[in-house]
Nanobody, 115 residues
């Protein structure tokens, strides 16, 4: 069955960095674009970054452009999100997403940016 298992996240001070990883299984990973979303308390889930199936095209939300980097390893079937220059407004639960069948989500990992 389709599975997305996330790791990473945590508590970091403003200006710091974190890295998320998402391990995929149960589908043909190289056939799908992959994305990271986030949801802050009281807000709707929003798209943070997307990477094409072969990794050649990336897109970012304006709020994270220049600070976040999405990447993928099609051999290991993982997608990663490197988050630099973190701000308190980046505090949210981060989710890995694959547009497989009706859509598959990771379990979510908490990122808290606070001094």
């Amino acid at each position: 069955h389709v599975q997305l298992v996330e790791s990473g996240g945590g508590l970091v001070q403003p200006g710091g960095f974190l890295r998320h990883s998402c391990a995929a299984s149960g589908f043909n990973f190289t056939s799908y674009a992959m994305s990271w979303y986030r949801q802050a308390p009281g807000k709707e889930r929003e798209l943070v970054a997307r990477i094409s199936d072969l990794g050649g095209i990336t897109n970012y939300a304006d709020s994270v452009k220049g600070r976040f980097t999405i990447s993928r390893d099609n051999v290991k079937k993982t997608v990663s999100l490197r988050m630099d220059s973190l701000k308190p407004e980046d505090t949210a639960v981060y989710y890995c997403y694959a547009p497989v069948r009706a859509g598959a989500w990771g379990q979510g990992t908490q990122v808290t940016v606070s001094s």
